[in-house]
T-cell receptor, first 114, second 110 residues
Framework: GAVVSQHPSRVICKSGTSVKIECRSL??????MFWYRQFPKQSLMLMAT?????????EQGVEKDKFLINHASLTLSTLTVTSAHPEDSSFYIC??????????FGEGSGVAVV | RKEVEQDPGPFNVPEGATVAFNCTYS??????FFWYRQDCRKEPKLLMS???SGNEDGRFTAQLNRASQYISLLIRDSKLSDSATYLC???????????FGRGTSLIVHP
């Protein structure tokens, strides 16, 4: 069964609005979660590392005020794309590293901003 | 130079063909290597780990060449269902954050 659950799987939103994506770890506690963005035919690009109970660590070039990350509990991290624009349309994936090099991915969220 | 590089393809092969992908990495201290498979608009899924001694899982063989800093994936007797993007994943030494290649697209046709 799924180890990490991500929701919604697909969302269409109007330009200027915000969209929230949830990432839940099932059956285990995750102090750290990762958020990736993937454009068509491109690699997964790490956006930020979400840390439970503290501020997220953002990668260079990722605007922290635009991509709000909240990791208020050990099983839930949320990514909110604020004031979304068409160029924010992408596939967003969260992941959790449980042990060693094992990566568990959420199912991904396809975001289309129109 | 990118940390992890892959030929994006697409590799277009007939059923039953053998196809090989390579992936190069720049960090010589990298410790762990994996191949993931990703279908369109789906999350990546682990295909296999890559060891220095090489490893095989059915029709799939993965190998690591530390001296030349590349890993390879060989797929024998390709099936239509093998059509996907294959991602090379490398864990830099001392880091628990993986680096992903951009993926190699494989299309297997009848």
């Amino acid at each position: 069964g799924a180890v990490v659950s991500q929701h919604p799987s697909r969302v269409i939103c109007k330009s200027g609005t915000s969209v929230k994506i949830e990432c839940r770890s099932l059956d285990f506690q995750a102090t750290t979660m990762f958020w990736y963005r993937q454009f068509p035919k491109q690699s997964l690009m790490l956006m930020a590392t979400s840390n439970e109970g503290s501020k997220a660590t953002y990668e260079q070039g990722v605007e922290k005020d635009k991509f709000l990350i909240n990791h208020a509990s050990l099983t839930l991290s949320t990514l909110t794309v604020t004031s979304a624009h068409p160029e924010d349309s992408s596939f967003y994936i969260c992941s959790v590293g449980v042990s060693g090099d094992t990566i568990y991915f959420g199912e991904g969220s396809g975001v289309a901003v129109v | 130079r990118k940390e992890v590089e892959q030929d994006p393809g697409p590799f277009n092969v007939p059923e039953g063909a053998t196809v090989a992908f390579n992936c190069t990495y720049s960090n010589s201290a990298s410790q762990s290597f994996f191949w993931y498979r990703q279908d369109c608009r789906k999350e990546p899924k682990l295909l296999m780990s890559v060891y220095s001694s090489g490893n095989e899982d059915g029709r799939f063989t993965a190998q690591l060449n530390r001296a030349s800093q590349y890993i390879s994936l060989l797929i024998r007797d390709s099936k239509l269902s093998d059509s996907a993007t294959y991602l090379c994943v490398v864990f830099p030494g001392g880091s628990y954050i993986p680096t992903f290649g951009r993926g190699t697209s494989l299309i297997v046709h009848p």
